[in-house]
């Protein structure tokens, strides 16, 4: 992969290295003490700090501090990315036009300037989805939810959807099981209480538990108050990703 490497870049080499990455389809990082301007929907202002800035080539543009893996500046793709300068310093900037908003870099002190002309064909494939859940519960039902506990019927059909898992406990009660790929909510809970309505009334001995990888004290309390219960599955967490519909002003 090509890569080309500038230590103190000026203004004018930092220009030419972003406009030709801009135009070449190739990565450009800058290591910088720098401050950040947002115009848009908002306004907002970070001081001046030693950052990572990144500018991809389909109009990206990221500010990241020494912590933390969520930049603290951004703007999505579909950005124009440019370099002038400003009283002699460079002033990398981005611009969207819908909505219209701008994102300045000012950077009073480059380190280091990199272009890399990478190529990533890959698709992300994520593991540990729903229906692999499904899956591990259909194999492991006393692992997965209790001792004694198997399964009945997988994906029953109701006049609410289809219930994730319909079976037995070891003293023979019916059991409702709904399954979350991420961390519960109420919501889930609702929709838990629905699924019951359906058995309660025949049968009240009937159990429903909720099994996703985290729940909160709130859908834990909210659940036991219902008579309701709550199975972890930890092994299927993964870290909660942002919408990509985020905007600038998040920093302020």
Known sequence: MPTERHDSPDAETIERVV??????GAM???LAECEVE???RSGGYLGPGDRLVVAKPDGTLLVHRPSGHQPVNWMPAG???????DEGAPLLYARRSNPNEYLRVYLHEPYLLTRFDADDPATYQERGTEAEMHEYIERNPETAIEEGFRVVEHERESVYGYIDFYGKDAEGRPVVVEVKRRQAT????DQLKRYMELYRESNPDVRGILVAPSASDRVRRTLRDDGLEFVELSEFAVEKRESSEKTLSDFL
């Open 79 to 85: 950005a124009t990315i440019k370099v002038e300068e």
């Open 19 to 24: 406009r030709a990455g801009q135009r070449d």
């Open 28 to 30: 450009v990082t800058c």
């Open 38 to 40: 947002y115009d848009g």
């Open 186 to 189: 109420l919501n889930n809970v």
